[in-house]
Structure formats: structure tokens, C-alpha cells
């Protein structure tokens, strides 16, 4: 009966809420300002993408109807432009793809710190023990101190050293 009544009172000081972050990410104003950002940048990246793909086109359009006529020292260089062309764009797209992504964290991290803030704010104030995500499964607040890791009781229990 002790027990019970122990892991009633335990149950009672714990106090759990939830959210769906994405949601909320989703309703903040600052959102749609920064994917409008993004998309502006992405469509700068794309620009410049087409444009070079269009150089490489045209180079080797011309490369092709010249190239019976021409010596092989000229087909050769004609060829290694083409190439470095190439190599180009697909650095291009390597760098493209790691700048967006860079500029995508760059414009959604501060909206992420915001809402994690409303939302330990309000945990606090609320006296909430523990909010979990419901859109990630992950834990966005809990009380320093207010929690303890068990990790080393279950090695013990388990008999890992």
C-alpha cells in the first residue's frame, strides 16, 4: 500500500504537456518571410545553374558541327573545354546544394530559438515537468536537476561495466 501511495504522489508533482512543433513553425510569421528568403535564393542558385548548363550546350552544339573540320589540337582543347565545363557545373551543384541548406539553417534557426523559448517560458510558468513533441517524439524542456539519469542503473542492473 506504501508503494501505491508513493507512486501516486510521484505521478501528482510530474505535470506533462505537448505540442506539435511543426505546427507552431508553421503558424510563426517569421516563417513564411524566411521561405520566401529561401526561395529567392534558391531561384538565384537555379538561375545560374540553367545559365551554365545553357554555356555547355551551346559549346558543344558548336563543338559538334565543327569538329570534323577542325585539327586535332583545336578538337582537343574544344574537348578539354567542354570537360572543365562540366566539372564546373557539377561543383556548382555540390556547392549550390550545401549553400542552400547552409542558408535554410541560417533562416530558420532564430524561429526555432524563438518558439523554444515561448515554449520553456510558458512550461515554467505553468509549472509543466516535461513538454514532448508530439511532431518529433523528442523532449523540448525539463527542470535542471529535475530529472536523473538512469542510464548508469540500467548498465548496473544489466551487468555493463
Do not use: C
Not at 570534323?68 to 572543365?84: A, W, Y
Amino acid at each position: 500500500m506504501s508503494t501505491f501511495s508513493l507512486g501516486t504522489h510521484a505521478q501528482s508533482r510530474a505535470k506533462f504537456g505537448y505540442i506539435d512543433s511543426e505546427k507552431l513553425l508553421s503558424m510563426m510569421p517569421e516563417r513564411a518571410k524566411a521561405q520566401k528568403e529561401l526561395q529567392d535564393f534558391a531561384k538565384g542558385l537555379e538561375d545560374q545553374l540553367a545559365s551554365m548548363n545553357s554555356e555547355l550546350q551551346q559549346k558543344y552544339n558548336e563543338y559538334m558541327q565543327k569538329k570534323d573540320s577542325l585539327s586535332d589540337f583545336l578538337r582537343q582543347t574544344k574537348e578539354k573545354e567542354i570537360q572543365d565545363l562540366q566539372a564546373r557545373i557539377q561543383n556548382f551543384q555540390m556547392t549550390a546544394q550545401q549553400e542552400l541548406q547552409k542558408k535554410e539553417q541560417e533562416l530558420v534557426q532564430p524561429i526555432v530559438e524563438k518558439a523554444k523559448a515561448a515554449i520553456k517560458k510558458v512550461a515554467k510558468a505553468k509549472g509543466f515537468t516535461y513538454i514532448f513533441d508530439v511532431s518529433t517524439g523528442a523532449f523540448l524542456y525539463w527542470p535542471e536537476g529535475g530529472s536523473e539519469d538512469i542510464l548508469p542503473l540500467v548498465k548496473k542492473e544489466l551487468g555493463i561495466e
